[in-house]
């Protein structure tokens, strides 16, 4: 049974760092895309940032490249978000996903080409 485990998401004050996490398990995700998004209120979930496990490759929105990072852990079977320089509008629900990676590189940000989710974190960013 795969799991998808979130942690670390809180509250911070504008400027200020975060790291999110995700531990998977029951599954081998070396072919796998590993994504985090984030929903707010009112608001699709969109894509934050990707990395495709075996190769490293990443991808992120504009919204956030040069603040945020992901990364993976391949011992621990860990994904990591390091978010900095918050802003509020990065205030979210942050959700972890896993889904085979697909031929077309435009799936890797549908929500809905995303196999496997966690729960959610919430991280709210006042200014």
């Known amino acids: 049974q795969v799991q998808l485990v979130e942690s670390g998401g809180g509250s911070m004050q504008a400027g200020g760092s975060l790291r999110l996490s995700c531990a998977a398990s029951g599954r081998t995700f070396s072919s796998y895309v590993m994504g985090w998004f984030r929903q707010a209120p009112g608001n699709e979930r969109e894509l934050v940032a990707a990395i495709i496990w075996g190769s490293g490759t990443t991808r992120y929105a504009d919204s956030v490249k040069g603040r945020f990072t992901i990364s993976r852990d391949n011992v621990k079977y860990t994904v990591y978000l390091q978010m900095n320089s918050l802003k509020p509008e990065d205030t979210a629900v942050y959700y972890c996903?896993?889904?085979?990676?697909?031929?077309?590189?435009?799936?890797?940000?549908?929500?809905?080409?995303?196999?496997?989710w966690g729960q959610g974190t919430q991280v709210t960013v006042s200014s």
């Open positions: 996903a896993a889904a085979r990676i697909p031929g077309d590189s435009r799936l890797l940000e549908v929500a809905t080409w995303y196999d496997y």
